[in-house]
């Protein structure tokens, strides 16, 4: 029972959700025909953890039939078949349940629109279309603008040819363009972004870069500046944005980045809370991949959008909710390399207060232990590092890393001599970390073990090859540790 | 009260809807607090009419509230307030009783799915994912469909992130392009047909039509048959086809686009057996390329008549296996084939396929049908007695064919005087008709500038006999009349 899809579903149900799905059964208009009521009064007394040894099939069918006798398979049966009508009115539910949250009804009243466009209700439905694109602008989930302005417009295309004049219509349709080649772009972006961000963690190469080219090639923008009308939205400047956006990751062209981000920055009070999210998320993402080849430049730019979007209280998807966990990593990432010691202390106590507060301790472990190893105090390095644990995989090479790097300044040369070891032989046997993340981990063990040698070893220093570990290592975050400890052993 | 919108609503309600209303606005999980049985009682009493005199809110307010007084301000705005939730459950109920009868399941179990992601139930929000995607499997496949398409790849590859599975997700990366590409081409193909039908019908040139032109020009399709892997719904070869459906329309040399995309349709025909719907769209997308063409070079008449024995053969008529031929397809159809086929072809189609149209206009359409026969024939009596007929055809263009077909058999018939004249009103007939597009007028006007200048070289009426005999097949080639002309004209010469 415990493991039933059921239970399942309703141990993730909220405390306001199960008295909403109380109400949900007892409506004649979901009822299945047979009374649920009472399987569901046995089963909220389980809730939320339905993980009590009195929650057996025997003793939900005693209290549903008192008096009645047992029968294992016969009973077992009868509520097998009560269980399975309430699985499916909970996935009713659910289904209802997202559709009334969605978007301030957006969901709804788009079905609505629908339903009474099939009734030949034309006016009625023009003006919730008309409703509707004002809620898209409000909209704090809905990503796919584009396809669902592009449909609005359709359909107020639609009900204008039906209620006023062809004519009239004719300017809802002439958006189309500007709405099916912004899908398009919007798509192709998402797509590479994605695909890029995980080619760059993950080792994986799917076949779709020779098509997104093609496909990108095909778009000339100085025709759409020609041929697309805008819908006063911005819409226009944010198709040409993901156009830069895509280029910039095909090609090198930082060019193509920065007009994205100007873009991005002008537009930012015009477009919709998902799209200026979503936008937010790709550049960050694009700077990260490029950082390896040119850190300080990237992660300026990067920096300088965190900045610009703090500023302005957006650090969440939603509106209102605190900063995530993997939100405040990524800003971090970019902090560490161009902030100094006092401002890079400023922005983690700053962002603390916006972060949510069951991930609160961890990130400030995680970030104390970086800001005493830029401090050069390693000791308490290592104490914050000690007092947390991650699945995260770019947060766990990082902090493995970092604890090396520690032992090493401090002395403890056995200890980092282990640590080196096993994260050597972690990073060599992980077959899903990408190349990129393998050829830092690679550079940064066989830098640490030439500067091992070198220690153990002051005849065998080098100045030259001390000048490569430093060449080598100039975009990664352990440049200015790899300085100091080269300056140690040439003294 | 009869002329609310909640009445308007309700006139439209089946009477199964009226039941499940009733139970709607009975269920706690919907209601607004106030009871609304008591309204819902009184007014589906009126139902489906709802124009009883009685109908009135006095009357209304004292059946809810009977002994109550009735004022008119404050008794109104009492019934308004129920009124106005009532009508609130009502759009509601039109949604959810959607969702509730499948009509808009895709919706909905979209909407499931993500519900089960924010809850973290990956495995089954993966499974509800798939769920839909066999939900969608025979949906038409318009430019929607490739949206739910890439929506579901999306969904899973997005899941199988989650599920710490990236080998896995690739496949489906390959298929987001796919669907892109897809849904671009479906959507291109839309715009330009809606654009070139506002072209005609109303002189409208939009903006865009650019865009898609260079879209197209610098679309590899080589590329895209290297790259991009087929999915189990043969969308591929469907996108290549609107390609080229869309290529030939911008081509100088549309041929070699047209042969490939029937090609490609007639390789995939027989692994679409379960999508009905899209093999006789895309016979009309090739049809609609073949015929406009068949009048300036043969091979595109041989190809539209090989493809028409090829689907219709296979019995695919029309979109539905209960569906009849459409009317206007028939006629199409019959008016290609009567272009190259003798009097014994014309007849083995029309018996063949004249008892498949719709039986509301099936005796018009074989009496249409055998005039065609006739005249191919050349039983010029038998086919104007068919031609007399009574007839409820009313498409523009069955009756401008039937009005030339009349005018060429005068011309037969060496009753030039009559025919002379009937040409006169036919010309102010047109000029007039403003349901008729102007591409239409301008094709029917120059035929009957065509049979003027026929009747006169017939007549001997004219000094340059072979200038005027050009003339006349410049004027008529483009037509479905154009082989008649020309039999004609070397009649003459």
């Avoid at chain 1, 993901?242 to 930012?268: C, M, P, T, V």
């Amino acid at each position: 029972m415990n493991k039933s899809k059921l239970i399942q579903l309703l141990k993730t149900f909220t405390k306001q959700e199960i008295k909403d799905f109380e109400k949900f059964i007892s409506s004649p208009y979901f009822s299945p025909g047979r009374n649920l009521k009472p399987l569901f009064n046995v089963l909220k007394k389980y809730y939320p953890e339905f993980n009590s040894p009195n929650f057996t099939v025997e003793k939900i069918f005693s209290i549903i039939y008192p008096g009645k006798k047992y029968d294992k398979k016969k009973s077992g049966h009868a509520l097998q078949v009560m269980v399975s009508e309430m699985t499916s009115l909970a996935e009713k539910f659910l289904g209802f349940e997202v559709l009334k949250k969605d978007n301030e009804g957006y969901g709804v009243y788009q079905s609505i629109s629908k339903a009474l466009l099939n009734r030949n209700f034309f006016v009625y439905s023009h003006k919730l279309n008309l409703k509707n694109i004002e809620r898209i602008k409000k909209a704090d989930s809905l990503l796919d603008f584009f396809h669902e302005m592009g449909q609005l417009n359709l359909n107020l295309q639609e009900t204008t040819f039906f209620i006023k004049t062809q004519l009239e219509s004719n300017k809802y349709f002439e958006r189309m363009p500007l709405y099916f080649f912004g899908y398009m772009l919007w798509w192709l972006s998402k797509l590479i972004n994605d695909y890029q961000a995980k080619a760059f963690t993950h080792n994986f190469n799917p076949k779709i870069i020779k098509l997104l080219e093609m496909c990108v090639k095909s778009f000339d923008p100085e025709i759409f500046k020609n041929e697309c009308y805008d819908d006063g939205l911005g819409t226009k400047e944010l198709v040409l944005a993901h156009y830069y956006l895509i280029k910039s990751q095909l090609g090198n062209e930082e060019e193509d980045l920065r007009a994205a981000i100007e873009i991005y920055k002008r537009h930012f009070h015009n477009f919709t809370r998902p799209v200026k999210w979503g936008f937010l998320i790709m550049i960050l993402n694009i700077c990260v991949l490029k950082r390896p080849v040119e850190r300080i430049k990237y992660s300026s730019l990067g920096s300088n959008l965190i900045d610009f979007v703090i500023e302005r209280g957006f650090y969440n998807y939603y509106e209102g909710q605190p900063m995530t966990r993997d939100t405040y990593y990524q800003f971090f990432s970019f902090k560490l390399d161009v902030q100094e010691y006092r401002s890079l202390k400023a922005f983690i106590d700053t962002s603390l207060e916006k972060i949510s507060p069951e991930y609160r301790e961890l990130v400030f472990q995680f970030s104390y232990a970086w800001l005493s190893f830029r401090n050069n105090d390693y000791e308490r390095a290592l104490e914050y590092l000690s007092k947390f644990s991650t699945q995260h995989i770019d947060i766990k090479n990082f902090s493995n890393m970092l604890r090396i790097a520690s032992l090493f300044s401090l002395g403890h040369i056995e200890e980092a001599l282990s640590g080196l070891n096993s994260f050597e032989h972690f990073a060599r046997n992980n077959a899903v970390v990408s190349r990129v993340i393998s050829n830092a981990n690679s550079l940064f063990t066989k830098s640490v073990h030439a500067l091992f040698k070198y220690r153990t070893d002051w005849a065998t220093v080098d100045d030259n090859m001390l000048d490569k570990i430093i060449k080598d290592n100039r975009n990664s975050k352990f440049h200015f540790w790899f300085e100091a400890e080269a300056e140690k052993l040439r003294k | 009260m009869q002329k609310t919108k909640l009445i308007a609503l309700l006139k439209t309600f089946t009477k199964q809807e009226m039941k499940d209303f009733e139970k709607f606005i009975s269920s706690p999980y919907f209601s607004p607090g106030r009871n609304l049985k008591p309204l819902f009682n009184v007014l589906k009493k009126y139902y489906p009419e709802f124009n009883s005199p009685n109908l009135t809110h006095e009357k209304i307010y004292r059946k809810l509230y009977p002994g109550k007084k009735y004022e008119k301000k404050k008794s109104e705005h009492v019934l308004q307030v129920l009124v106005s939730e009532m009508m609130s459950l009502a759009e509601k109920f039109v949604v959810y009783d959607g969702f509730e009868s499948g009509k808009f399941g895709f919706h909905y179990y979209s909407l499931l799915a993500d519900e089960y992601l924010d809850k973290n139930l990956l495995d089954l929000a993966l499974k509800t994912v798939f769920r839909n995607s066999k939900f969608i499997d025979n949906d038409i496949k318009t430019t929607y469909y490739y949206f739910r398409r890439l929506d579901i790849s999306s969904s899973i590859s997005n899941i199988l992130l989650l599920q710490m599975k990236p080998q896995e997700r690739i496949k489906y990366y390959s298929k987001d392009m796919l669907y892109i590409y897809s849904e671009i081409f479906s959507r291109f193909t839309a715009f330009h047909n809606a654009h070139n039908l506002d072209k005609i019908s109303y002189n409208l040139i939009r903006k865009g039509e650019e865009l898609i032109v260079h879209f197209i020009k610098t679309f590899d399709p080589e590329l895209f048959e290297k790259e991009c892997d087929e999915d189990d719904y043969e969308t591929k070869n469907i996108t290549l086809i609107n390609y080229y459906y869309l290529k030939s329309h911008f081509d100088d040399n549309p041929k070699e686009s047209i042969l490939k995309a029937i090609d490609i349709y007639m390789n995939i025909f027989d692994k679409l057996t379960s999508h009905r719907h899209t093999q006789f769209n895309l016979f009309i997308l090739l049809m609609n390329m073949c015929v406009p063409r068949s009048r300036y070079d043969s091979l595109f008449l041989s190809k539209g008549n090989d493809l028409v024995d090829f689907v219709w053969g296979r019995g695919i008529i029309s979109h539905d296996i209960k569906q009849h031929i459409e009317t206007k397809i028939y006629h199409l159809v019959l008016t290609f084939k009567m272009r190259f086929l003798s009097s014994g072809g014309i007849l083995e189609f029309v018996s063949k396929y004249s008892d498949k149209t719709s039986p509301e206009f099936r005796v018009d359409i074989k009496n249409f049908s055998y005039a065609c026969v006739y005249f191919k024939e050349k039983s010029f009596e038998k086919c104007l007695e068919q031609l007399s007929k009574k007839n409820s055809l009313s498409f523009p263009e069955i009756k401008l064919f039937r009005y030339i077909m009349k005018l060429c058999i005068m011309y037969e018939m060496s009753y030039f005087e009559a025919a002379l004249s009937d040409i006169d009103s036919f010309n102010h007939f047109l000029s007039k008709n403003k349901n008729i597009s102007v591409p239409v007028k301008i094709i029917n006007l120059k035929l009957i500038q065509g049979l003027k200048k026929l009747i006169k070289v017939k007549l001997g009426e004219n000094n340059e006999p072979g200038a005027e005999i050009r003339e006349i097949l410049e004027l008529t080639q483009n037509s479905n009349w154009g082989y008649w002309f020309k039999e004609k004209i070397d009649e003459l010469t």
